[in-house]
């Protein structure tokens, strides 16, 4: 009998497998991920594993049309803080 994948295994496998070429994410919906993971782990609900790795800044998740991108931290683009960029725009 095979020994399962962690939650952080399986989610850092998905991210680069599912990846197409050209790009360092994963659209949690489009790529099939929610459902390969609910298969998985028999039915466990993926936004909660997610969530849960990216608090522990295992992951990145950036919130997309239609669900969310999935990046490993290394690969995740660096984003402003656009409350910093506003006051600055503001000359505040």
């Given at each position: 009998?095979?020994?399962?994948?962690?939650?952080?295994?399986?989610?850092?496998?998905?991210?680069?497998?599912?990846?197409?070429?050209?790009?360092?994410?994963?659209?949690?919906?489009?790529?099939?991920?929610?459902?390969?993971?609910?298969?998985?782990?028999?039915?466990?609900?993926?936004?909660?594993?997610?969530?849960?790795?990216?608090?522990?800044?295992?992951?990145?998740?950036?919130?997309v049309k239609g669900g969310v991108m999935l990046?490993?931290?290394?690969?995740?683009?660096?984003?402003?803080?656009?409350?910093?960029?506003?006051?600055?725009?503001?000359?505040?």
């Amino acid at each position: 009998m095979s020994v399962k994948l962690s939650h952080e295994e399986f989610i850092k496998k998905a991210i680069v497998e599912l990846r197409k070429e050209g790009y360092k994410g994963i659209h949690t919906v489009y790529s099939g991920f929610n459902n390969a993971f609910k298969k998985y782990f028999d039915g466990e609900n993926p936004v909660e594993a997610t969530n849960k790795l990216a608090k522990e800044e295992k992951i990145v998740i950036r919130p997309v049309k239609g669900g969310v991108m999935l990046y490993l931290p290394e690969d995740a683009q660096a984003t402003k803080d656009v409350g910093d960029e506003a006051l600055k725009k503001m000359g505040l």
